[in-house]
């Protein structure tokens, strides 16, 4: 974009962070959810003061101009992830990137609901890709922003009976793919012994916190050197994290928060060159997401 808008005395600038939240879970890329908020800010300052004061709510005109936005990229996306090299993975989030009080204020079923710190984990995202971009857009709309299904009908073009179909079969997507629950301190506890077997290139340890059947995906995007096809089996998995140390001498790993959960950020002369995002099912470690592409990394060297 050639115009940049900045918070300011304009009210409507308040909404940027909400927009940009409401995108990211939309898209799952930070880069291509500030992208859209900011074409959406365009198309509202391109408005005439006449056109702007006959909007009865700009919030909700700012929110449905931005959801259709994403509902025309998430149509586009798959042909663009045909083309991609490699797995694609969602954009992995810094710790302190992630915005607070951005639910909509409409009602909703409480038993629908899904928590915002819930919604960006890695592996609610990973489901999220296999959804249809109406089905997406329809749950995240309101089972996580809370915007009754008359408001999302009106976004998505369809019906609120249609637009409540397509959350409940979003959602039985959810459930399907919900594991064991593990506390946050666990997790903790098991990415931080995942981390001390790697140093030591401890093969058995690795093996013991790892699934028999997990699986580990990475996503290099042809800009970085990355596996092109996911790794079945947590002996495979153990023996390839072992052998990654061996090809890449003076790796630093730090423990650091990804999405919300635990996970582990590698760097190299003090640049991140991987983050790692784990799914953890009861004591195990169920998932592993490498993101490597240097163009979703750019977040965590800048910040």
């Known amino acids: 974009?050639?115009?940049?808008?900045?918070?300011?005395?304009?009210?409507?600038?308040?909404?940027?962070?909400?927009?940009?939240?409401?995108?990211?879970?939309?898209?799952?890329?930070?880069?291509?959810?500030?992208?859209?908020?900011?074409?959406?800010?365009?198309?509202?300052?391109a408005l005439s003061p006449q056109q702007q004061d006959a909007v009865e709510s700009p919030s909700g005109w700012m929110t449905t101009v931005t959801s259709r936005i994403c509902l025309n990229l998430l149509g586009s996306a798959r042909a663009r992830r045909e083309r991609y090299v490699g797995?694609?993975?969602?954009?992995?989030?810094?710790?302190?990137?992630?915005?607070?009080?951005?639910?909509?204020?409409?009602?909703?079923?409480?038993?629908?609901?899904?928590?915002?710190?819930?919604?960006?984990?890695?592996?609610?995202?990973?489901?999220?890709?296999?959804?249809?971009?109406?089905?997406?857009?329809?749950?995240?709309?309101?089972?996580?922003?809370?915007?009754?299904?008359?408001?999302?009908?009106?976004?998505?073009g369809r019906t609120p009976a249609a637009c409540r179909k397509l959350a409940s079969s979003a959602r039985r997507r959810i459930d399907a793919s919900k594991i064991l629950v593990t506390p946050d301190t666990r997790k903790t506890d098991i990415v931080r012994a995942f981390k001390q077997a790697w140093e030591v290139k401890d093969i058995s340890a690795l093996v013991a916190l790892l699934d028999p059947d997990a699986t580990a995906i990475a996503d290099g995007g042809g800009l970085a050197g990355a596996l092109l096809h996911p790794i079945e089996g947590g002996e495979r998995i153990a023996r390839a994290w072992i052998d990654i140390l061996g090809q890449a001498p003076g790796l630093t790993f730090l423990e650091h928060t990804v999405n919300g959960q635990p996970g582990l950020v590698a760097q190299q002369d003090g640049i991140t060159v991987t983050v790692y995002a784990f799914d953890i099912s009861g004591e195990r470690i169920k998932h592993i997401w490498a993101v490597r592409n240097p163009e979703k990394l750019r977040p965590w060297n800048t910040n």
């Open 87 to 156: 797995e694609w993975i969602p954009e992995p989030l810094p710790e302190g990137t992630e915005w607070s009080n951005t639910q909509h204020g409409g009602t909703a079923d409480p038993a629908d609901r899904i928590t915002l710190d819930e919604s960006i984990g890695m592996a609610f995202l990973v489901v999220l890709e296999s959804m249809t971009p109406a089905e997406r857009v329809a749950f995240i709309l309101h089972d996580v922003f809370r915007y009754p299904f008359a408001e999302v009908a009106e976004i998505v």
């Open 1 to 45: 974009m050639s115009t940049e808008f900045e918070p300011g005395s304009d009210p409507i600038m308040s909404e940027r962070r909400r927009l940009i939240s409401l995108a990211y879970r939309l898209l799952g890329s930070l880069a291509d959810a500030e992208d859209v908020v900011q074409d959406a800010y365009t198309r509202w300052y």
